[in-house]
C-alpha cells in the first residue's frame, strides 16, 4: 500500500511538473501572434511597412518636377453672362382664366468658349425652358422657395441642353406673372 502511495505521489509530481510548462506553451502560442498583430499595426499606420511593400514608392524625380508645373494654381475662368431672349408662356391652369408668366434671364457659364457654346444651344434651351414653364402651377411659383425650384429647374434642363457646357447659375432679371 505504501508503494501505491509513493507511486501516486510520484505521478501527481511529475503531473505537477508538466502543467506549468503546458501553460507557458499556450501562454507563447496566444501571445505571439498577438504580439506580430500588434507589430505589423504598429508598422502600417507609421507607413513603414506600405513603403516596404512598394505600395507608396515616391515618383522619379523628374515626375516630381512636371507635376508641379502642372498643378499650380490657375485663376479661375471669369463667369461670362449670355442674355436670353424673353421667354412668354401660359401656365398650367386647367379649366381657369389663362395665366401666362414672362421670363427674362441671363445664364452664367465659365469662359467665353462656354458663352459660344451656349448661344449654338439656344434654340433647344428655349425649348425645354418654354416646354417646362407649360407645366408649371402658378401656386408653384409663389414666394422665395417657388423661385428657387424654379432656377434649380432650369439650371437642370440648361445643362442638358448645352452639355458639355457647364451651366453654373440661372439669374432672373425679371419675373412677370399675369
Known amino acids: 500500500m505504501a508503494a501505491a502511495a509513493k507511486a501516486e505521489t510520484v505521478g501527481e509530481a ?4 508538466d502543467a506549468p510548462r503546458r501553460s507557458k506553451k499556450k501562454l507563447v502560442l496566444l501571445a505571439l501572434p498577438l504580439l ?3 507589430a505589423g499595426a504598429g508598422l502600417w499606420f507609421s507607413g513603414v511597412l506600405p513603403g516596404l511593400l512598394g ?8 515626375e516630381v518636377a512636371a507635376e508641379e508645373v502642372d498643378t499650380g494654381p ?5 463667369a461670362v453672362f ?6 412668354v408662356a401660359n401656365l398650367n391652369v386647367g379649366n381657369r382664366r389663362p395665366v401666362f408668366i414672362r421670363l427674362r434671364s441671363q445664364i452664367e457659364v465659365r469662359g467665353q468658349a462656354d458663352a459660344a457654346a451656349l448661344q449654338a444651344a439656344m434654340p ?6 418654354t416646354t417646362y414653364l407649360r407645366e408649371v402651377r402658378p401656386e408653384e411659383l409663389r414666394g422665395s422657395a417657388g423661385t428657387h425650384r424654379l ?10 441642353a448645352a452639355t ?12 412677370l406673372v399675369q
Open 14 to 17: 511529475g503531473g505537477e511538473g
Open 36 to 38: 506580430l498583430l500588434g
Open 55 to 62: 505600395m507608396n514608392a515616391a515618383p522619379p524625380v523628374e
Open 74 to 78: 490657375r485663376p479661375p475662368e471669369p
Open 82 to 87: 449670355v442674355a436670353m431672349p424673353d421667354i
Open 124 to 129: 433647344r434651351l428655349l425649348d425645354l425652358f
Open 151 to 160: 432656377r434649380e429647374e432650369l439650371i437642370a434642363r440648361a445643362n442638358i
Open 164 to 175: 458639355p457646357v457647364r451651366v453654373t447659375d440661372v439669374l432672373f432679371t425679371e419675373i
